[in-house]
């Protein structure tokens, strides 16, 4: 089976890959959007789990050619990274804070799902379920692993923007594996710094932009008050982002939040404070009964760890963050761009802006 996917071009897949992207599991991904609410900013980031699971097959693969595995070695890496979002809820990462409580991390959740039903079942005629549902190793997972830079290429392509195209021939090309893991060479420290860049421009311009922010906080607040009033969080984990935002739109919470993000109705920002603040639920709630209105009170999230990207500088094996200027000052742009905000519907940003300069200052 050949699929023309629009990043990479012709990527193939082999009888066992073809018949598990066949299985209503895997194709419930074409439902499941990358970049969740992104879209209401954004208009083309309608792209999906589904083609970016079969990129990162694609270019675990070339990593795996790169480093001289073959064989059984390089199949079960291919099927392992095809799976490795099978478990992520509708609208991906944007519900997992409310999700989160009830089923795990998706890649919990993914474990669960490989081990059983039909795609266990057409595993076990290759492999151990147990190889398969491990955890995902550096080829996918890492910072410079297939599944970054598939998203950073995929999201940019798809978003319009050109801050997340990466060098992917030039960081595998100069990859290597001693025993402690990935290695980027001396002639790929560039393409790897540039990766970096990358994933910090699309998180402040992308990911974490304001508007996109202020959609999931609505989404989050929704799915919330679905699940309290009787929605079953299993509708999360079978259902597709627009199968979900109908059954939300069955409870009273639900609509309200569901039914302005179908009309792009969003909240406005009516106040941010610097950092993260401590009890978000009780500020959300008293500034709420202050102001006679709905407020939400968004959290900056953590992006991520530093990175553990080990490279060859100079003949001698350390880590990128500790060899390059470039790296940590992205990181220190990362922390003081963190921001909390305070959200509210249009009509009341004027009076709930001065409550919460008042209860924040």
């Known amino acids: 089976m050949i699929i023309r996917d629009a990043i990479h071009g012709n990527v193939e897949l082999g009888g066992l890959e073809g018949r598990i992207m066949d299985t209503a599991e895997f194709q419930r991904l074409r439902g499941i959007k990358q970049l969740g609410m992104t879209h209401l900013v954004y208009p083309g980031a309608m792209h999906t789990r589904f083609e970016h699971s079969i990129g990162t097959m694609h270019l675990a693969s070339l990593i795996c ?19 490795h979002d099978i478990g992520h809820n509708a609208f991906s990462h944007e519900s997992e804070k409310a999700i989160r409580k009830f089923f795990g991390s998706h890649e919990e959740i993914g474990k669960e799902k490989i081990a059983k039903g039909e795609i266990g079942d057409i595993i076990r005629e290759n492999f151990s379920v147990s190889e398969i549902a491990g955890d995902a190793g550096e080829i996918i997972c890492s910072d410079v ?11 940019a392509y798809y978003t319009g923007v050109s801050y997340g195209t990466v060098d992917t021939d030039r960081v595998i090309h100069t990859l290597e594996m001693d025993d402690g893991g990935l290695v980027v060479g001396k002639r790929g420290l560039e393409a790897a710094e540039m990766l970096l860049v990358g994933r ?34 299993e509708a999360f984990l079978e259902g597709t982002d627009d199968s979900v935002l109908r059954m939300m739109r069955e409870t009273p919470s639900g609509e309200k939040y569901a039914g302005a993000l179908l009309r792009r109705e969003l909240y406005k920002e009516a106040h941010s ?9 009780t500020a959300a709630k008293e500034l709420s009964d202050e102001c006679s209105c709905d407020v939400l009170v968004d959290l900056p999230p953590v992006l991520s760890k530093k990175p553990r990207i080990r490279a060859r500088v100079n003949g001698k094996l350390g880590l990128l963050v500790d060899e390059s ?13 963190k921001r909390t905000l305070i ?19």
């Open 325 to 337: 200027d470039l790296v940590r000052s992205l990181f220190m742009a990362e922390e003081k761009r």
């Open 200 to 233: 910090f421009m699309m998180f402040s311009n992308v990911y974490l932009h304001k508007t996109v922010r202020i959609a999931s906080a609505m989404l989050n607040k929704g799915i919330s008050g679905a699940i309290s009033e009787g929605m079953e969080p």
């Open 145 to 155: 692993g297939a599944d970054r830079m598939d998203y950073l290429h995929r999201d």
């Open 65 to 83: 050619e790169r480093l001289g595995a073959s064989g059984e070695e390089k199949a079960k890496m291919r099927v392992q990274a095809l799976l």
């Open 273 to 281: 404070v610097e950092g993260v603040i401590v009890d978000p639920e």
């Open 343 to 361: 959200l509210c519907p249009k009509g009341e940003r004027e009076k709930v802006h001065k409550s919460a300069k008042a209860y924040f200052r």
